[in-house]
């Protein structure tokens, strides 16, 4: 059984920065490309990252480029997303998404629960 559960999500300070955690199991992590997607409140689900399933190609959403870093740790089974320079409009549910490849294509057949980001002063 798939299994993604995300943590790292709280509340923050406009400016600060968050490191989200995905720990995946129930599959061969190493071999799948992963994404997050955020919903903000009253909003539809926006992909925000992707990572191909060797760390060495990344896709990022223009609202979140050059303040998102998103990484993986193949031999922990963990995906992150590192937050900087966080703005009111980050304040969302993540998700960590599964790709049905190996290759990023913004297409996820798996999510995890969300954690919740807020961005307020």
């Known amino acids: 059984e798939v299994q993604l559960v995300e943590s790292g999500g709280g509340l923050v300070q406009p400016g600060g920065s968050l490191r989200l955690s995905c720990a995946a199991s129930?599959?061969?992590?190493?071999?799948?490309?992963m994404s997050w997607v955020r919903q903000a409140p009253g909003k539809g689900l926006e992909w925000v990252s992707a990572?191909?399933?060797?760390?060495?190609?990344?896709s990022y959403a223009d609202s979140v480029k050059g303040r998102f870093t998103i990484s993986r740790d193949n031999a922990k089974n963990t995906l992150y997303l590192q937050m900087n320079s966080l703005k009111p409009e980050d304040t969302a549910v993540y998700y960590c998404?599964?790709?049905?490849?190996?290759?990023?294509?913004?297409?996820?057949?798996?999510w995890g629960q969300g954690t919740q980001v807020t961005v307020s002063s």
């Open positions: 998404a599964k790709e049905p490849g190996s290759y990023y294509q913004k297409i996820n057949d798996y």
């Open positions: 129930g599959f061969t992590f190493s071999s799948y490309a």
């Open positions: 990572i191909n399933s060797g760390g060495g190609s990344t």
